[in-house]
Nanobody, 124 residues
Framework: QVQLVESGGGLVQAGGSLRLSCAASGRSFSNYAVGWFRQAPGKEREFVIALSRTGISESAADSVKGRFTISRDNTETTVYLHMNSLKPEDTAVYYC?????????????????WGQGTQVTVSS
């Protein structure tokens, strides 16, 4: 069982930046592929960005390419979502997820573990 805890959400102006963190309790992310999803009010939860188990491969949704990146710290117990050039349409609850799959995962059903989410609000 992996417990994931997100942090770092908040209110930011359009064009600003935020860094979200996802900590795995007592586990190393080297054994998991990790992804970030988001859910805006009244919308389905959607894929944002994912990192492979090796930490080498990355996949991002078209809506965030060139603005968001994902990284893993050297201890491999925390994964970050770096968000730049934020837009009001990025406003959502952001969720961290993990899976034991060896390939990069971009679909919700591919993930076994989820965090509780952190709110990101971008004002215009």
């Amino acid at each position: 069982q992996v417990q994931l805890v997100e942090s770092g959400g908040g209110l930011v102006q359009a064009g600003g930046s935020l860094r979200l963190s996802c900590a795995a309790s007592g586990r190393s992310f080297s054994n998991y592929a990790v992804g970030w999803f988001r859910q805006a009010p009244g919308k389905e939860r959607e894929f944002v960005i994912a990192l492979s188990r090796t930490g080498i491969s990355e996949s991002a949704a078209d809506s965030v390419k060139g603005r968001f990146t994902i990284s893993r710290d050297n201890t491999e117990t925390t994964v970050y979502l770096h968000m730049n050039s934020l837009k009001p349409e990025d406003t959502a609850v952001y969720y961290c997820a993990a899976t034991g799959r060896f390939t990069i995962a971009t679909k919700r059903y591919e993930y076994d573990y989820w965090g509780q989410g952190t709110q990101v609000t971008v004002s215009s």
